[in-house]
């Protein structure tokens, strides 16, 4: 029988800027991030300094600690932020920046994509492309090492990378043929200190595709704490932004923690996802069955529908199997939490209280991720890909049941 489930249109949850604001444009070139050895040297406080104009940052935090920013074209409604790189030759569209023990860790940044910047010629992104490349060789003081892509073995792009003991690594890549036939979907460059610390870090080293955490160094991020939480305390944070990106958006969180170096934008690209429009519970589990196997994961459907129940997925179709229960999914909820792995959690929001509460507008089919839970309180511990602020709330137990239309979990399959 084949699974019957109601579709669920995502809201839109952040508001658009009228279209009768009168644009500006303000500079901002990013070449201090990259401009190794000296960029490694830089503070938090350096940072928020040279990335203020008049008062006006051109970033955002996405931790509440300050440890991961985004700089975007697209901060405020009325202004566009004109981020450029390598002396004003290549625009930027994104650029994500970490930081480790209070200086600068690792950069990422989107030179394009095509959900964010439209189409491109193969020639401007060619040219792209040689000049980020030229650049970076000068920069790290390092050879090239070409990068091809290997889908058997889950490495899904292609380019080239630098190693550097003094000045770091650093990985240009972009979807497969994108300098030949096939569709130009993405390009983006990744640079990070030598020794950086965390799994993306540690993703640009990794040669093959897949993780590069093993499945069994996981437990390791679980932490008790002394209130009763037992979490997976270091969980990367992004921001969706305004399309509806919860499930790539979700999916790149739980990537990055693993160390598989893929964003939104290839996730959504490869998934077939649409950054307009919201997805159903359905259509969300289909995204995630092309996903998985493609970057060396298992998925795994701990329950679908209303009421929610087991489902077994062949070739593309589902079909219903035993109900799972509150009991059920509290043990699934428990048991992944302490192996370390993050769960996907397709939800109606709006119907039940959570701590710290959502605007009463919220409402619509969403994904979230549970990162923990608390015996004591009865509290499940969730993550909205919102950024900062949005790191770890709350749900009672049973409310978080109620509201589920899926359960999945993304599991390495690198041992």
Excluded at 190 to 201: D, E, I, N, V, Y
């Amino acid at each position: 029988m084949l699974l019957k489930i109601f579709v669920l249109a995502l809201a839109s949850l952040l508001l658009v800027p009228s279209s009768h604001a009168q644009v500006k444009s303000i500079p901002c070139p990013i070449d201090s991030l990259i401009k190794a050895p000296g960029n490694w040297k830089m503070t938090v406080d350096e940072f928020e300094k040279a990335f203020t104009s008049n008062g006006n940052k051109q970033y955002v935090w996405l931790t509440e600690d300050r440890t991961r920013a985004k700089l975007s074209r697209k901060l405020y409604g009325n202004v566009v932020i004109d981020l450029t790189v390598f002396d004003g030759q290549v625009p930027v569209q994104e650029v994500i920046v970490d930081f480790a023990d209070g200086l600068l860790n690792l950069v990422s940044a989107s030179v394009y994509n095509r959900a964010d910047s439209g189409p491109i010629a193969t020639e401007q992104f060619t040219e792209r492309f040689k000049t980020a490349g030229k650049v970076m060789g000068e920069i790290l003081v390092a050879k090239p090492q070409q990068r091809k892509a290997d889908a058997k073995n889950g490495l899904l792009t292609e380019g080239y990378s630098w190693y550097s003991r003094e000045t770091g690594v650093a990985l240009l890549e972009h979807n497969e043929g994108a300098l030949g036939t096939a569709d130009r979907e993405f390009l983006r460059l990744r640079m990070a200190r030598p020794s950086a610390k965390g799994s993306l870090a540690a993703s640009l080293l990794h040669t093959r595709g897949g993780a590069a955490a093993k499945l069994g160094d996981l437990p390791r991020n679980v932490k008790k704490e002394d209130n009763g939480d037992l979490l997976i305390s270091n969980m990367p944070m992004v921001d969706q932004g305004d399309k509806g990106y919860c499930v790539v958006a979700t999916v790149q969180r739980v990537f990055e923690y693993y160390g598989i170096g893929a964003d939104m934008h290839q996730i959504a690209q490869i998934s077939d996802a649409d950054p307009n429009k919201g997805t159903s519970t359905l259509t969300m589990a289909k995204e995630l069955d092309k996903i998985d196997y493609r970057f060396k994961t298992r998925l795994e459907i701990i329950g679908m529908g209303e009421p929610l129940t087991e489902v077994k997925e062949e070739k593309g179709e589902y079909y219903v199997g035993k109900p799972v229960d509150e009991r059920k999914f509290l043990l699934a909820v428990n048991s992944y939490i302490k192996k370390g792995i993050p769960l996907l959690w397709s939800l109606q929001l709006g119907l039940f209280p959570e701590v710290p509460q959502l605007s009463p507008q919220t409402s619509g089919g969403h994904m979230r991720m549970i990162i923990g839970y608390n015996e004591t309180t009865k509290e499940i511990i969730f993550s909205d890909s919102w950024g900062a602020k949005h790191e770890a709330k709350r749900m009672k137990m049973s409310d978080a049941y109620k509201a589920t239309h899926g359960l999945f979990a993304l599991t390495p399959t690198v041992r």
